[in-house]
C-alpha cells in the first residue's frame, strides 16, 4: 500500500471512526462525480409554453409553473433534483428554476419557455449557461406581489382577472420583481374558457411582476409565491412587448412544434418583418407604418400578420371595416376615433383592418371624401406620442383601392396565387397542423390544384380526409376533394383545371397537332433559349368550319402538355356596366398568370375581337374590348408562361392587330378529313369504348358517308348508331328476353346496319360552298411557320 493511500485511511478512520476506511473513497469518487455533473454548461433554446406544459402534465409531482421551468436532458440531473440554481458565469447572475429531466432534451441545451426566455434575456443572462445546488435557505416565499396585467386588445373584466391570478397562484410558483409571465386561459381556467364568450379565443393573458417583497423589505431575487404565504397585490394595467412566438404545438401528437406561419407563406412574412424592423427599433423616423396587403380573399393574410405580430411579440388588434363604419357620417368619425384609441392603448401592437377594399363607401356604394379624408387625419394620432411602437396593415381583397387612399400607404405588399412549390409547402404544413399522415404525393396534388389559395388547400384538405379510411389521408381521398371542390366551387375559386382529353380521342388532324406540339413545347421544355433571344410565341389561331374539332384539340393539348385550361367564351366577358368588360379580359390573363404555365382559350374569338370602328355599339365597348385584349397580350408572358389559342369560323372579320406576330402569329387550318385514312382514324376515336360487332369494318362505314362530311358529323353518326343498338336492347328487356336487373353496358353491341341507317340520315353541317370558301382562307390566312 503506497503512503498517499496510507495518510487517506488514517485521515478517515479519524474523522469517521465508526466506517470502514475504504467507504471513505466512494464517498470521495461520488462528490467528485456530483461536483463535475454540475460543471456542465448549456445553451438556452426557447420552446412553446404548451410544449413546457405538455411535459409536466405528465408528471404529477412536478409543478405547473411553466413560466419558471426548465428541461434538461435526464443524465445530467440526480433523482431528488427539483430546484436549482440557473447561474450566468459571464454576467455572475443567479435565478431559482424548477427542472424537469427528459430524455428528448439534448445533453447541452436547456428548454425553456418562450416567457422565461424573454425573462432571461432582459435580465441579461446569456450562454453559457450552468446549474447550480440551490440550500433550503434560499427557498423561500414572498410576502406580498405587486402584479398588473399587460394592456391587450381583448375586453378582459376584473372578475376573469382575479379568477386567473387565484387559479395559478393556487400552487407555488417561482417568480422575479419585473418578470412577465403567462397564464394559460384553457388550463388554468377551463370553467371561464368555455364559457365567457369575450375570452373564449383566447390563448393566454399576460402579466407583469412590478415589486417583491420579503420580510417586508423590496428584493430582487427569486421568491415562491402562493395564495395564503403570499399576499397578491394588483396595480394599473402596464404597456410591454411580450414574448416573441415563432412556433407552436401541434394539437394532439405530443411535444412537436410546427411554424406560426404555413412554409408556402414564409417568404412574404420574412418581407413584411423586414419592412417593419426600423420602426421597432426606431420609432422617430418621420414616417407614419401603415401598410397595405393586397390578395384574393383565401390568400393567407391575416395568418401572416398575426405570425408578424407574436415573432416581435406585440399584440394583435383585428378590425374589420364594418366596426369603422355607419349610416351617419358623424358616428363614422365616432367609430374610427374610437376603434383606433383602443387599438393605440394595446401598445406595442399591430392593428389589422380587414375587407379594407370596402372603406369610405357611403350608402350608395361610392368613396366618401370626407371619411377618407378623417381617416388620414386620424392616423396622425394614431402615431403620436407612443411609448411603444403601433403599426397599421389594411388587408384588402381586391387592387381597386382609391388614390387618396394608396397615398396614404409606406409600402404594398401583393400576396399571389402561390406557384407548385408554395402549394406543396403549404399542404405540407396543413397536414401537419391537422396531426395527421398522407400517403399521397404532394407534388402531384400540386399540380392539380393551380390557382388554389391558402384557405382553398385547407378545404382541400379536410374534404380528403373525409374521403379516406382510417387516419391517413390516402391519395384517391385528394383525388376526389379536388374533384369535388372544381365541380362545386370552380366558379368561386377561380381556379383552371386540367381538362381529360387525350390525343386519342382526337381523330385525324395530324399535321394541326404537330404545329402546335412544336409551338407549346419548345418554351415548356427549353425555356432558356427564348429568355437569351427576347423573342416570344404565345398565340394560335385555329380556323374552319364549325365541327371540325377545334375545341377538342386546344382541350388535348392542355392535357398532353400538363398544363391549366381556361376556356372563355367571348360573350361571357361583355358587361352592361362601363369598364367592367375590359375588368373582365384583365382578371381573365391574371387568372391565368398565377396558374402558369396555362392555356387560355377564346372561342368564338371573332365575337369578342371584331374589327374597330366597324362593331356599331354606341359606347364603343368592343373597341376598349379589343385594345384590352392587345394590351394583356403584348405583357402576356413578362412574369409568367401563358399560351392563348383562339378559334373562330371567320377570321376575316377579327381584328387585324391581333393577327399579327407576337400575338396570334401562328394561323392553322382545321378543315373536315379529307382521306379515308383520316376519317377513319376520327371514327375509331369515336368509338373506342363502343362494343362493336366484330364483323364492322370502319372503311366500309366511311365510304358510305359523304365527302364533306366533319368531325361532328362523325360524333352525331356514331351517337345515332349507338342508339339504334341500345334501342334493340331496350325492346329485348320489354319482351322479356333479358332480364333489366342484369343489364349492362356489354348488351349494347353497335353492329354495321346501324351505321348504315346512321349515314342515310347524316345530313352534312358544311356545305361544298362553304368548304370553297375556307379553303380560300386557308389560302389567303393560313400558316405553317
Known amino acids: 500500500m503506497r503512503p498517499n493511500t496510507k495518510i487517506l485511511f488514517y485521515i478517515s478512520k ?48 412536478y409543478f405547473d409553473d411553466v413560466n419558471s421551468t426548465v428541461v434538461v436532458h435526464a443524465a445530467n440531473l440526480y433523482k431528488t433534483d427539483r430546484i436549482l440554481k440557473l447561474f450566468c458565469p459571464k454576467k455572475k447572475k443567479y435565478r431559482t428554476v424548477h427542472v424537469f429531466p427528459s ?8 428548454y425553456c419557455s418562450e416567457t422565461l426566455f424573454h425573462n432571461l434575456k432582459l435580465d441579461g443572462f446569456e450562454a453559457p449557461l450552468r446549474l447550480l445546488s440551490v440550500s433550503d ?18 375586453d378582459i373584466s376584473n372578475g376573469v382577472i382575479d379568477a386567473l391570478l387565484g387559479s395559478y397562484f393556487s400552487t407555488p410558483k417561482l417568480i422575479n420583481a419585473g418578470d412577465i409571465f403567462e397564464i394559460n386561459i384553457r388550463y388554468f381556467a377551463a370553467e371561464l374558457f368555455y364559457v365567457n364568450n369575450k375570452i373564449n379565443h383566447v390563448d393566454c393573458v399576460y402579466f407583469k411582476c412590478n415589486k417583491l417583497s420579503f420580510d417586508n423589505v423590496q428584493d430582487g431575487g427569486s421568491y415562491f409565491s402562493v395564495i395564503g404565504e403570499t399576499a397578491i397585490k394588483q396595480s394599473a394595467n402596464v404597456q410591454s412587448f411580450m414574448p416573441e412566438k415563432s412556433t407552436k404545438i401541434k394539437k394532439s401528437s405530443g411535444p412537436e412544434e410546427l411554424p406560426l406561419c404555413p412554409y408556402g407563406l414564409q417568404v412574404y412574412l420574412d418581407g413584411l418583418e423586414r419592412a417593419v424592423h426600423p420602426f421597432i427599433k426606431k420609432r422617430n423616423i418621420g414616417l407614419n407604418p401603415v401598410f397595405l396587403l393586397q390578395g384574393e380573399r383565401g390568400c393567407g393574410k391575416e395568418i401572416l400578420v398575426t405570425s408578424l405580430a407574436r ?36 401598445a406595442p401592437c399591430i392593428i389589422s383592418i380587414h375587407n379594407f377594399e370596402n372603406f369610405g363607401k357611403n350608402n350608395e356604394g361610392e368613396h366618401d371624401e370626407r371619411i377618407m379624408g378623417y381617416f388620414a387625419d386620424e392616423l396622425a394620432n394614431l402615431f403620436e406620442n407612443n411609448p411603444y411602437p403601433v403599426l397599421l ?60 389559395f391558402f384557405e382553398d388547400l385547407k378545404a382541400l384538405v379536410y374534404f380528403a380526409e373525409r374521403d379516406s379510411d382510417g387516419a391517413v389521408v390516402c391519395r384517391e381521398g385528394f383525388s376526389s376533394a379536388i374533384d369535388y371542390m372544381q365541380a362545386n366551387y370552380n366558379e ?5 383545371k386540367v381538362p381529360k382529353v387525350e390525343w386519342a380521342d ?72 362601363v369598364g367592367q368588360s375590359e375588368q373582365n379580359v384583365r382578371e381573365v390573363f391574371e387568372r391565368a398568370r398565377q396558374a402558369s404555365p396555362c392555356v387560355v382559350f377564346f372561342d368564338e374569338l371573332d365575337s369578342l375581337a371584331p374589327n374597330r370602328g366597324a362593331s356599331g355599339d354606341s359606347g364603343g365597348v368592343m373597341d376598349r374590348v379589343v385594345s384590352q385584349l392587345l394590351a394583356e397580350m403584348d405583357g402576356l408572358n413578362d412574369s409568367a408562361t401563358v399560351f392563348v389559342i383562339g378559334a373562330t369560323n371567320r377570321p376575316d372579320l377579327i381584328d387585324p392587330a391581333l393577327l399579327r406576330p407576337g400575338r396570334f402569329d401562328k394561323l392553322l387550318y382545321v378543315g373536315p378529313c379529307t382521306d379515308e385514312a383520316s376519317k377513319i382514324s376520327v371514327l375509331k376515336a369515336l368509338t373506342r369504348r363502343f362494343k362493336i360487332e366484330e364483323n364492322v369494318r370502319m372503311v366500309e362505314v366511311v365510304r358510305l358517308c359523304p365527302p364533306n362530311v366533319t368531325g361532328a358529323d362523325f360524333y352525331g353518326i356514331c351517337a345515332t348508331a349507338w342508339t339504334s343498338a341500345a334501342r334493340r336492347v331496350i325492346e329485348r328487356v320489354e319482351n322479356g328476353e333479358v332480364e333489366a336487373e342484369n343489364l349492362t353496358k356489354d348488351y349494347v353491341v353497335v353492329s354495321f346496319q346501324d ?21 380560300q382562307l386557308k389560302r389567303e390566312m393560313g400558316s405553317n411557320r
Not at 467528485?32 to 456542465?40: E, G, N, P, S
Not at 396565387?417 to 400517403?439: F, S, V
Request: proline share 6%; aromatic share 12%.
Open 755 to 775: 351505321f348504315k341507317t346512321a349515314v342515310a340520315d347524316v345530313k352534312p353541317t358544311v356545305s361544298k360552298a362553304d368548304l370553297d370558301y375556307f379553303e
Open 311 to 346: 415573432r416581435l411579440g406585440m399584440h394583435f388588434c383585428k378590425i374589420n371595416n364594418a366596426d369603422l363604419t355607419a349610416n351617419i357620417y358623424a358616428q363614422n368619425e365616432t367609430r374610427i376615433r374610437n376603434v383606433l384609441f383602443n387599438a393605440k392603448m394595446a
Open 393 to 452: 396593415f389594411c388587408c384588402s381583397n381586391s387592387k381597386t383601392i382609391p388614390t387618396d387612399l394608396k397615398k396614404l400607404f409606406l409600402e404594398t405588399f401583393d400576396v399571389d396565387a402561390p406557384d407548385a412549390m408554395q402549394r406543396k409547402e403549404n399542404l405540407r404544413w396543413i397536414i401537419q397542423d391537422r396531426d395527421t399522415n398522407t400517403d399521397a404525393n404532394l407534388d402531384e396534388v400540386a399540380d392539380k390544384t393551380h390557382g388554389f
Open 14 to 61: 479519524l474523522f469517521y471512526p465508526k466506517y470502514n476506511p475504504f467507504w471513505f473513497v466512494f464517498y470521495m469518487y461520488w462528490s467528485y462525480f456530483r461536483i463535475m455533473k454540475r460543471k456542465f454548461t448549456y445553451n438556452l433554446k426557447s420552446k412553446p409554453g404548451d410544449y413546457i406544459l405538455e411535459f409536466l402534465t405528465t408528471q404529477p409531482q
Open 103 to 110: 430524455q428528448l432534451c439534448p445533453e447541452d441545451a436547456l
Open 506 to 577: 382526337v381523330g385525324g388532324l395530324g399535321d394541326v397537332k404537330e404545329e402546335i406540339i412544336k409551338t407549346i413545347n419548345l418554351p415548356l421544355r427549353h425555356p432558356e433559349l427564348l429568355e437569351t433571344s427576347g423573342l416570344k410565341r404565345s398565340g394560335i389561331l385555329l380556323f374552319g368550319p364549325p365541327g371540325t374539332g377545334k375545341t377538342l384539340i386546344a382541350k388535348a393539348v392542355a392535357t398532353e402538355c400538363s398544363l391549366c385550361f381556361l376556356s372563355v367564351k367571348g360573350p361571357e366577358l361583355l358587361n352592361m356596366y
Open 492 to 496: 368561386s375559386i377561380g381556379a383552371p
Open 137 to 154: 435557505s434560499l427557498i423561500r416565499f414572498a410576502d406580498e406581489i405587486d402584479v398588473s396585467l399587460i394592456n391587450c386588445p381583448y
